[in-house]
């Protein structure tokens, strides 16, 4: 059955405090690992998609990246604003439109 | 450039009732999705349109159905409502088929009394 787990659950960063989310899947054939983020009262916000292990992609203090087994997603240097629940999907080849999501992490950083 | 609007908000339903909740996907955005989010169970896929053809749907009960129309926008209904049936209801919509980038509006909040 196919699966995507994210770990933490939660995360409390000191503003500066550089550290990592987890997201491992076990799907059969991925397509794509998508990254999202979701504020409180918000629908999920795109921030990146990964096709192939090694990939890595980055947008501002955020850095994506995708082996066979998980993907990583940085944050380097975070600010109060990044805030919010991170949450990761896969697709798979055989469900094509369908994301398959974490549970997803909740970043808190604090001034 | 109008995001993804979803309407109503909030409404509040008793069980037993249908429900009908619409999405209106980005100006040249053909494909729509939908996403039931609960503190539970997390996002779970409901169903994908492409062009008014549904493509994929996910694993939830007959009770609830979907349709897209020729200008994009689409709807969700949901028939003898349930407790469980409490939750955001997410819709995303894209340019192309498949999960690619989507952008997703703020959803319909429904709670089943």
């Known amino acids: 059955e196919d699966q995507v787990t994210q770990s933490p659950e939660a995360l409390r960063l000191q503003e500066g405090e550089s550290s990592s989310l987890n997201c491992s899947y076990t799907?059969?054939?991925?397509?794509?690992l998508f990254w999202y983020r979701q504020d409180p009262g918000k629908g999920p916000e795109f921030l990146f998609t990964?096709?192939?292990a090694g990939e890595e992609k980055e947008k501002e203090r955020l850095k994506a990246t995708l082996t066979k087994k998980e993907s990583f997603l940085h944050i380097t240097a975070p600010k109060p604003e990044d805030s919010a629940t991170y949450l990761c999907?896969?697709?798979?080849?055989?469900?094509?439109?369908?994301?398959?999501f974490g549970a997803g992490t909740q970043v808190v950083v604090t001034p | 450039k109008a995001g993804v609007t979803q309407t109503p908000r909030y409404l509040i339903k008793t069980r037993g009732q249908q429900v009908t909740l619409s999405c209106s996907p980005i100006?040249?955005?053909?494909?729509v999705s939908w996403y039931q989010q609960t503190p539970g169970q997390g996002l779970q896929f409901l169903f994908e349109?492409?062009?008014?053809?549904?493509?994929n749907k996910g694993n939830f009960p007959g009770r609830f159905s979907g349709r897209q129309f020729s200008n994009s926008r689409s709807e969700m209904n949901v028939s003898t409502l349930e407790l469980g049936d409490s939750a955001l209801y997410l819709c995303?919509?894209?340019?192309?088929?498949?999960?690619?980038?989507?952008?997703f509006g703020a959803g319909s909040r429904l709670t089943v009394l």
């Open positions: 995303a919509s894209g340019q192309a088929a498949g999960a690619n980038v989507l952008t």
């Open positions: 799907v059969s054939g991925l397509r794509g």
């Open positions: 999907a896969a697709e798979t080849t055989d469900s094509w439109g369908k994301l398959q």
């Open positions: 990964l096709y192939s």
């Open positions: 349109y492409f062009s008014e053809t549904q493509r």
């Open positions: 100006s040249g955005h053909r494909s």
